[in-house]
């Protein structure tokens, strides 16, 4: 048994012991996900599965059931947050082509699938884990149907051990209610689209055409159908990604027509204003990136700081997502997207749920992921103070699985190197 | 008086004489010697109107003109009963006659040089030998769509370039292109846009700005020393200079731009208006400017769909409603306006938007001087053209009515004494009753509506009972085309079964139809009518209604969120706040900061009187902070961020081009942001200079900027200056590696001392004989550089071009002031520290590009920890209005104290910015720049709750909410109005959405863009 008092600083040299089996965190402050909180907590990790969650006071703790203790010291635990529709591991750098692999070409391409793509050993994907970040939704882009995305731990050897999901759902681009836009140097103002019916058409089309394959008995193969099969016979989901009332009106539509069983809107900007339809149509919602400019001149200067209180009123389902400007590197930034959630109206607990249960519900993963509750997989992570504020997130211990992760990265390695630098020039 | 008659008789003399060069194919065509009109209303000038007037024209000019005129016998005479005539307008913005311009010369290699051949100005967009006079002809089709809407003279020019030549000033006639030709030289034009130039200089709008005030630097270069190098465009553009300027401008903004190159080179410019300068009227009015104002007014957009018209940009509403009085509220200030048809799209439109104008106030008078007597004395015209009086040229125009106040007729177009007639009237009403003859058979004829459209019914027998008589009535085909008229009905009666054509000629007073026509089996009659109702009193035209109750307000500035009025200063004193002083005193609770006049007057814990008429705040809990100051930011920039063009464009300056209507103003101001430095793009390696701005929103540019700020120049390194990241045509233009970059700074460097050590020779030497140097704007910056007066941020990511660069500095000795993202800072600060230059960095920022692979987010930490002055920065407008969270991550990343970290936002930005002695903490004397937060500001919690700049408060939280209730409000009165016009069936126009552009470091050309950012 090893006993381990306080973790200040766990090295990399912890991953290379060989991986406890039976885990006990002690008196650490537990952030359930679900919006519960636990202040002298408790949390016994068995084979990666979480198998108690007590309050510390109130327990004895045999020492012999387990063969790492650790004492949180008062702690956070959180659950491992997560970055869903993000392109993180599927590219590293974003101005050198060849390093994306995200956009393949054609309109309807359902069979891309991110999976395969996923570089579990990305440097980007170190330096986000290290602020909490866990899980990610390696998404498709361009086209109309991008491809399918996966959902995959930010840890693995490769893509088979980092996947928690394989094939989760398909992204549709929901054509745009307004076109135009020239090109960047000669931009051409934008109006309404008056291709958008042709182009909605071209997707009802398309659908019809995958539902028909989906429900035949014999079919001739076809790997652009099969691949959207899931979708009406299956769990599969389908992620619309619109944002103005047009657009968000018509996929309600959609969904009915096509009786798509698990829908999921991402962007919704406009979801606040048509918000009893929308719980009606029970559709969640992944929000636009709560740190963006308002869409309008007129809209209140804190209007995307203000979406998830105003989704939460009305009572539409909804977790956050952080797609937009350098969205692979900015994904350790989520935490701070639910912080300013939460100054923004939610509560910590709610906010924090935003980036983890509720995400994972939408996932369909929540089974396993999301909250730090007995029966789910110990993915979670050990914060110094609030992960919500940049000051406080500290992050001091990462389980993925119940294996421990390392809490530093390159960078943290370069910041050492040249700190011993200035330091030896001292001397 | 006899004198000037004389002279202008000469004047007459010879333009007959000109007028004979041309032989004449067949014999000569005589005109008669004299031309009167009788008994018409004049409106000689804008303030005379002459009723029953008769006016004399004789060989193209007006020779009398007045009530009782002897009219020489033998005399070609007009009625003009009940006619108006109206001097001819002048345009002076127009192409009329002009081959059509040449499209953008494209390619997609970069074309550097120019490539117009011939010993021309060395950029294409500098054209001063272009002279419109040798292009002209006449253009028919044009003109007649100008003397519809009344114009009878343009001034010409190649619509073309920032310095465009010469306009001449044509008549637009139809026809002998020698007798149009009135002044061959009567005006030049400038603008800011370079046109069909496919020279990649200028690519921004402070490039147009830096490459005119250069040419304008070469031509008194030119005109001064004769030893210097030939040029046809200077020689042709020297000649030009007597010749007035009219400046095309495309926002007011512009035009305040302009006027500040007039003052530079001691010149006077008129413009040319793009329709929102009423927003700028009080300066126009104090530099006495005179604007030619477009009457394009625009259209109402379409807004049946509310989830299309909820986009559509309250600053467009505002406008919409707002520039029918443009030239109203112009005029109504003093200052001296022309009018142009320029962007109207018909004849009727025109009319329409003049109508517009002056139904919102606009004095007939002053409508009308802008169209004539004004332009013509702007292009010294007035002797000849402007007003009928006598000796003028007889161009004007004819009306049914007065057409400035009625709905009035355009009927002909008189130019220099040859008519046109444009629309020919009816000469009697045909409205009214007739009884008409056919064959004996009686019938009853209505006719109404008007002339030109006439409706007609008639009244038959009713043929199934004929013991009734009854009568029906049936619908008459009406034609008027002059004195005849047709008619077509068809019969079914007791007299006639099928169609009835009749044709007639009407009689002079319009009571008897006599005439022919056939029956329905085709036998040719006579018939007649005659009018049984009594001729009508003459219907009075339409008369146009003032609208006197007009309330339209200009915000400022006129876009959502805008002020009714410019906050004023304040005294306010903050009680009990805890005040992050960033001087000695640290964090201190329970204090009281006063501000007065603009600057903090206490700060402090003692208890001290209130001063009378003191705004009081009660910040107990809350935290009070000195503004953060945003080093490297791209907002409130017009038409490019980037001079691109050229390697090195220190000449070009972000300051010229300072926009005040850019909402992230205000959207900082709420993330507590108070000033700014807007720096130039990194395209290359030596850009432009800076603005160093606070965010008063609601003043204008010039207020914006900060007064005696020091110079600032933005350099770059690596992968934009090398165009790494452009695709494959961009390599092309020198540098393309790190290595030539070094080289670029030696070369300009090298340059500037000796452009220096002329000057300093000349200076010393007195050789005036030999003339002076030249003037070279770009090298004068580099020779500011030199000398420490213009201070260096530089773009720059790893560790070898940092240091390169201060290698370069040190051998010439000089500062490198900031390294602006500095990523790679972390690896060589103890050279930083040493070379004494400080680090404005990101916060966290990596991974967008190759040369940011070792970025760090303790870059900042571990730059201060050696001595470094270190800021955080946003070069992003969203991030700008969270730049306090980014502070707080380097207490996160490296465990930097909160008081440092705060400082990297506000006194460690001034100090870069050599600032500190005025901002950057809250200390007595200091501008009183100070923004109170609900919590800690470092907090992810924290929000902005008031926002003070020079002492006035200019943004509140509390007020954030009637604000945006005030611009829904507005916003649907607005819409009300426009769904009204849309009832109406005034034309309107679909929504187009502007796309969100924000410039980045990288961003090319005038326009922003929705691509992804390289930074």
Known sequence: MKFIAIILVVGSSFL?????????????????????????????????????????????????EWDTIINLNGQHIYPGFVAPNSTLGLTEIDAVRATRDFDDVGEFNPHVRTQIAYNAESKVISTVKTNGVLITQATPRGGIISGSSSVMFLSGWNWEDATIQKDDGIHLNWPSSTEGGGWWAEPAPKKRNENYEEEKQKIKSFFKLAQAYANAKEAKFDLRLEAMKACFIGNKRVFFHADDIQQLLDVMDFVKEFSIKYPVIIGGYDAHLIGKRFKDANIPVMLTRVHSLPEMDEDAVDLPYKLPYLLQQQGIKFCLQNTGDMETMNARNIPFLAGTAMAYGLTEEEALRAISLSSCEILGIDKLYGSIQVGKSATLFVSEGPALDMRTNKVSLILVNGKFESVTNFQTELYNKYKKKYEEKQK | MKYKLSIFFCFLFSVTIFSQYAPENGVKVSTSEFIALRNVTVYVNPTTKIDNATVLISNGKIVEIGLKITVPTGVLEYDFKGKTIVPAFVELYSNIGLPASNERNYSQRPQIETSKKGAYYWNEAIRPEVEASILFDVDAK??????????GFAVTHVQDGIVRGTGALVGLGNENTRKQLISSNSAQYYSFAK????????????????????ALYDLKYYSENKNAEQSLSLEKWNENQKLPVFFKTEDKWEILRALKIAKEFNQSYYFIGSGNEYVIAKQLKDEKATVVLPLNFPEAYDVNDPYLSRQIPLSDLKHWELAPSNPYLLSSEGIQICLTSLGTKSPEQFWKNLHKAISRGLKVSDALAGLTVNPAKLIGADGIIGTLDKGKLASFTVFSSDPFLTEATLLESWNQGTQQIIKTQALVSIIGTYSINIEGKNYQLELTESNEKPQGKIQLLKTNNSSMKDTINAKVAVTVIQNDINLQFNCDDDNYKGSINLHAKISKNGSVFEGDGTLPNGKWILWSGIKTTKPEDKKEPTTLKIDTTFKAKNWFPNLAFGYDSIPEVRTVVFKNATVWTNENDGIIKDATVITENGKIKYVGTNSIATPTKAIIIDAKGKHLTAGIIDEHSHIAISKGVNEGGQAISAEVNISDVVTADDINIYRQLAGGVTAAQLLHGSANPIGGQSALIKLKWGHSPDEMLIPNAPMFIKCALGENVKQANWGDYNTVRFPQTRMGVEQVFYDGFTRAKTYKQEWDNYLKNLKKQEGSPRKDLELEVLVNILESKCFITCHSYVQSEINMLMHVADSMDFKINTFTHILEGYKVADKMKTHGVGGSTFADWWAYKFEVNDAIPYNAKMMADQGVVVAINSDDAEMGRRLNQEAAKSVKYGGMSEEEAWKMVTLNPAKLLHLDDRMGSIKQGKDADIVLWSDNPLSIKAKVEVTMIDGKILYESANAKSLEERNTTERARIINKMLESNEKGEPSKPFVKKGRKHYHCDTLGEEGTEEENLH
């Open chain 1, 16 to 64: 290379t012991w060989a991986q406890p089996k039976r885990i006990l965190l002690t008196n650490g402050f537990l952030h359930v996900g679900n919006g519960e909180t636990m202040e002298s907590a408790l949390v016994g990790i068995v084979d990666g599965k979480i198998i108690s969650v007590k309050n510390s006071l109130a327990t004895t703790v045999n020492k012999q």
């Open chain 2, 195 to 214: 046109g069909t130039s496919g020279q990649t200089y200028p690519s921004s709008q402070m490039g147009s700005i830096a490459l005119l005030r250069q």
């Open chain 2, 142 to 151: 044009s003109a007649e769509n100008f003397s519809k809407m009344g114009f």
